[in-house]
């Protein structure tokens, strides 16, 4: 089992590598020069020269690469022109949050796709089918940064129930001390029940906005996996030996069909921090979303790049936990070469 | 005595996309309990579909329309669903041809016995579990203990064959459908699947319905035999009747097919032509367009001839079989 978790790392290792040559070019070829961004606006010609040698970017690409590179080993990611932080300072510190939303969303999506997806198996062609393929279609067609500002203007501006879309905590609560960085379960260790309580509410809203992205994949996976299995022999046999119908459905079904939704979790959760990057700036979530925008917008090399690496070695680690997760409920994967 | 199994008229049809597919037309036979009935034919003539009506395991695509369809008294034509999962594994239950894609990839086998147990039983788990590895003990598996624990993946076809005999018989059925259960394995398996079914049911006096494509070893576990063909049962009788004294031309040629202890009928080139195409609207006799001995006469409704008591054959021109 070690020796395959091993090897899917080491298979890993060459995206990672291609991820890291692409998002070099491509973020140095970006328009915009960011040692006039940094000289500032009264920058003469001479002081721009002088921040590009300060910051190294009067180098040949190839040596900025290597130099690039071996600062990467060494785990350092750079500086922000922006913050003047350490990008790996900013990333870790701003990971959290986006965290935090993406396992709300994820979650959020899995308790509404999974059993709308069950159901419309077990029930194909009923009404329950169809609103499943409907909600689901519906769902799938908004950008997700739409239905975000839909959720607002409904549930914060005209019905009042939802706090407003800033941040992660409104100024007057405390701030949870840091345990694990996800503010709802911070305050809970902390025994703070209304900080708790307001980073949940917090939550709501962004998470649905993102969580509805993930429902259609999720939800046609299940219910294809779900009617893929009750239609395979084995549930002929446990049918044949009298099962009853709920040992069929949960024991026999559910789970064999959850394997391949287990499979594509991981992708979907990178896909979620993906499309965080528009959720969190239509929320104001200080995540590593907003921050690769702001990185963007101002031609903020370190800082695309260090996301762009840090989402690769994460998209690594989802699937390498999705392995294992599989390990876990497949015993065939485990004996897998 | 009443039989155990009294199947009438039993029609089967699925709605496709490209049409209806007239799967079974009239299909008759009744089976006493235990005994051993074969039933044969070439891949498509419809053994399957009747094994999975009397089973009610048909999906929702067929059509099921018969006169009489009766299993261990129960009327399978108006049962309940609730009603017909409670007959299956305690009164009929089925083995399948593909033992390992039979059996939940993922659920060690024994506990897939003992789900069986727990279900018939209504043992609790300390007790089918301990149930469940005498089962496995039973089939001969070697190690039970640790092989209950054994997934379908870690076991050869055989042992997966054998652990779906010990499932079926789990419950302790009166009515076994052996769905074509050694195809696909050695000969030497074979036979020793073979004898552990026969020892099984002989032991219970449960009635077997014995689906397969090898005549030769057909012959030498079944009381009697059904011979089908695109649908119909074409001839019936006891295991002599059909060996000695065929009366269909298709017998005929299954004979000629499958010469003595030699292979079985995936080689049927003594067999001229194909199947009917099941779809298309069919003429009374369903073998007529590959028959040598078809006449006028064969455009008539078909018939049931009684030859015997224990003999029957759906033909306008029987014993014309050439030898
Ligand atoms: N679910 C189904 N839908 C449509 N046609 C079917 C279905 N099941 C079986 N058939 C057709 O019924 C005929 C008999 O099949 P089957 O009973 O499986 O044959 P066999 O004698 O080889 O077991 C075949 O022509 C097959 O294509
Ligand atoms: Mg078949």
């Not at chain 2, 089918?128 to 598996?141: M, S």
Request: neutral net charge; contains cysteine; proline residues 6%.
């Amino acid at each position: 089992m070690i020796k395959l978790i091993a090897k899917r790392f080491l298979s890993a290792l060459p995206s990672l590598i291609g991820v890291i040559i692409v998002t070099f070019v491509i973020s140095h070829s970006l328009p915009g020069d960011p040692a006039a961004y940094f000289a500032g606006p009264s920058a003469t010609a001479e002081s721009i020269a002088e921040t590009k040698a300060r910051l190294g970017l009067d180098q040949p690409l190839p040596v900025q690469f290597v130099a690039y590179v071996g600062d990467l080993m060494q785990g350092d990611l750079g500086r922000s022109f922006n913050s003047g932080q350490p990008v790996l300072t900013d990333l870790i510190r701003r990971l959290p949050a986006s965290f935090e939303l993406t396992l709300y969303a994820l979650v959020f999506a899995i308790v509404v796709a999974v059993p709308l997806g069950l159901w419309a198996a077990v029930n194909p062609g009923s009404w329950i089918d169809h609103l499943c393929r409907g909600t689901v279609t519906a769902a799938a067609a908004f950008p997700s940064f739409f239905t975000a500002l839909v959720l607002i203007f409904v549930f914060y501006y005209k019905l009042g129930w939802a706090p407003s879309p800033i941040g992660r905590l409104a100024i007057y609560f405390p701030l949870p001390p840091t345990i694990t960085g996800f503010f709802t379960i911070d305050a809970l260790i902390a025994g703070d029940f209304a900080t708790a309580r307001a980073a949940l509410g917090q939550l709501i809203l962004p998470a649905i906005s993102l969580g509805l992205f993930a429902l259609a994949p999720l939800a046609r996976m299940t219910r294809a996996s779900m009617i893929g299995v009750l239609g395979s022999d084995f549930i002929t046999t446990a049918k044949a030996g009298g099962l009853p119908r709920r040992t069929i459905l949960w024991t026999y079904g559910f789970r064999n069909a959850l394997l391949p939704v287990v499979n594509i979790l991981g992708m979907i959760f990178s896909f979620l921090l993906g499309a965080n990057v528009l959720i969190e700036q239509v929320f104001g979530w200080p995540g590593i979303g907003s921050y690769a925008v702001e990185a963007v917008l101002t031609s903020d090399y370190a800082a695309i790049q260090g996301f762009v690496v840090m989402m690769a070695i994460l998209y690594i680690l989802l699937n390498l936990g999705v392995d294992i997760l599989n390990m876990i409920v497949d015993p065939r994967v485990r004996y897998d070469d | 005595m009443t039989p155990l199994l009294d199947i009438q008229n039993l029609s089967v049809d699925f709605a496709t996309r490209d049409g209806t597919v007239h799967a079974l037309e009239n299909v008759s036979f009744q089976l006493a309990r235990g005994e051993t009935m074969g039933l044969v034919g070439e891949s498509g003539s419809g053994k399957s579909v009747s094994a999975y009506a009397v089973m009610r395991l048909l999906g929702g695509s067929a059509r099921v329309r018969a006169d009489r369809m009766i299993s261990g008294g129960v009327d399978l034509l108006t049962a309940t669903d609730a009603e017909v999962a409670a007959l299956r594994g305690k009164r009929m239950t089925m083995i399948f041809q593909n033992a390992r894609s039979a059996l939940n990839p993922i659920r060690p086998i024994g506990q897939q016995i003992a789900d069986v147990l727990r279900v018939h039983r209504a043992m609790p788990r300390r007790a089918a579990k301990q149930a469940a590895i005498a089962a496995l003990a039973e089939v001969r598996i070697p190690d039970p203990e640790r092989r209950y624990h054994a997934y379908p993946f870690e076991l050869s076809g055989g042992m997966c064959q054998r652990v779906m005999i010990a499932l079926a018989f789990a419950s302790e059925p009166e009515l076994l459908i052996a769905d074509e259960p050694t195809t696909g394995l050695d000969v030497t398996t074979q036979a020793v699947i073979m004898d552990l079914i026969r020892e099984k049911s002989s032991q219970r006096r449960m009635s077997t319905i014995l689906i397969t494509h090898d005549l030769t070893l057909a012959a030498e576990y079944c009381d009697r035999f059904a011979v089908m063909h695109a649908g119909h049962v074409v001839e019936q009788g006891t295991t002599a009747d059909i060996f000695e004294r065929a009366a269909h031309p298709y017998t005929g040629l299954l004979m000629k097919a499958t010469p003595h202890g030699a292979s079985n009928l995936s080689d049927l080139a003594a067999i001229p032509g194909s199947l009917p195409d099941l779809r298309r609207d069919l003429p009374p006799c369903r073998f007529v367009h590959r028959c040598a001995h078809s006449a006028p006469a064969c455009a008539a409704a078909l018939p049931r001839v009684p030859l015997e008591p224990s003999h029957e054959v759906s033909c306008h021109m029987p014993w014309k079989v050439s030898a």
